[in-house]
C-alpha cells in the first residue's frame, strides 16, 4: 500500500496564482512515484475569487481538499485547520 502525504496550503487573496501554483505542486510531487498525495487548500477568509478557483480546482481533481474558513485567522490557524483535516 502506498504511503499518503499530505500538503496543507494556506490560502489568502491568491486567485490569480491558484492554478499555476497547482500544476508545478503536481509536477512537483509527481517525481515521488510510490506516494498518494492529497492537496488540502485551506482559505483564510479571502477578498478575491480564490475560493471559487479552489472549487474548480478540487473539481478537476479528487486530491484536492478545500477548507474555507468563515474569516482570515492567520496562516498558523489555517495551517492548524489543514492539519486537523489531515
Known amino acids: 500500500m502506498n504511503q499518503k502525504i499530505s500538503i496543507v496550503i494556506p490560502v489568502f487573496n491568491e ?9 508545478r505542486l503536481k509536477s512537483v ?8 498525495w492529497e492537496y488540502i487548500f485551506v ?15 478540487a473539481s478537476k481533481n479528487e486530491n484536492n481538499v478545500v477548507i474555507d474558513l468563515s474569516r482570515n485567522f492567520g496562516k498558523e490557524l489555517a495551517l492548524t485547520a489543514g492539519v486537523f483535516e489531515a
Request: hydrophobic share 25%; glycine share 10%; net charge negative.
Open 15 to 23: 486567485s490569480k496564482n491558484l492554478k499555476s501554483f497547482d500544476l
Open 29 to 36: 510531487t509527481s517525481s515521488f512515484p510510490g506516494f498518494n
Open 43 to 57: 482559505n483564510d477568509g479571502s477578498h478575491d475569487d480564490s475560493m471559487g478557483e479552489l472549487r474548480e480546482l
